[in-house]
């Protein structure tokens, strides 16, 4: 095949209210606010496009897996456990609920957080391969 996926672009997210959750990303995540009307805020943050989209009452990106838990459509990388544990204090600190830091039996060590809205959200302690070379890391 010689096309190829090259990367994710962009993620829409569920939200109930665009200018408050831009205005809860920019602040809590650093994420820049390119566009916004009432339907939807466009923001920038982690090499990726996110689109706030205004959705119905209980809409979230999460999911249940087979076993009943629910499960997070997406994991964010920060580079080492220092950083996965500076990170987890700092949203703690800002009243962002987190879970504990995680051991999942695979190299790094993860903890889950959500928004406002409720979207559930990974992040892993360890910059994949790809990304480091691409980056120089």
Not at 82 to 95: A, S, W
Request: proline share 1%; glycine share 8%.
């Amino acid at each position: 095949m010689d096309k190829k996926l090259i990367r994710v672009g962009t993620t829409y997210l569920p939200v109930q209210d665009v200018p408050k959750s831009a205005d809860w990303y920019v602040e809590n995540l650093g994420a820049k606010l390119n566009y916004m009307d009432s339907d939807k805020a466009i923001l920038d943050f982690a090499n990726q496009s996110f689109f706030l989209v205004n959705a119905m009452k209980n809409q979230r990106g999460n999911f249940y897996d087979a076993s009943g838990k629910e499960h997070f459509s997406c994991t964010f990388e920060v580079d080492g456990l220092e950083n996965l544990k500076i990170l987890h204090n700092e949203f703690l600190t800002m009243g962002i609920e987190v879970g504990e830091i995680e051991d999942r039996g695979h190299t790094g060590r993860n903890f889950v957080f959500y928004d406002l809205n409720g979207n559930k959200f990974d992040v892993w302690s360890e910059l994949s391969s790809e990304f480091k070379r691409r980056h120089n890391q």
